[in-house]
Nanobody, 114 residues
């Protein structure tokens, strides 16, 4: 069983920055994909950034503005979000795949005002 605890998020003006953190409890290894998805009302949850075995992957919409990093010793993944845009407004969910199961955090709201 894996549990995810998120922190960060909040309200920021366009052009600003925020940092999300997510710590996993349970058996997590560096090869387990871990990262962030986001969702807005009426839309499907979409990938933001994911890191597995040290290789990051980004959605086209955030590449160059967001940076994902991971501290395997702490089972923690971070998402540094810079140059935020109003269209980045969403609930951000931490994600990890472990033991062939998908685990999700409770979600944290990010709101970017114009």
């Amino acid at each position: 069983q894996v549990q995810l605890m998120e922190s960060g998020g909040g309200l920021v003006q366009a052009g600003g920055s925020l940092r999300l953190s997510c710590t996993a409890s349970g058996s997590i290894f560096s090869f387990n994909p871990m990262g962030w998805y986001r969702q807005t009302p009426g839309k499907q949850r979409e990938l933001v950034a994911l890191v597995s075995g040290g290789t990051p992957n980004y959605a086209d919409s955030v590449r160059g503005r967001f940076t994902i990093s991971r501290d395997n010793a702490k089972n923690t993944v971070y998402l540094q979000m810079n140059s935020l845009k109003p269209e980045d407004t969403a609930v951000y969910y931490c994600y990890v795949r472990a033991q062939s199961l998908n685990y999700w955090g409770q979600g944290t709201q990010v709101t970017v005002s114009s």
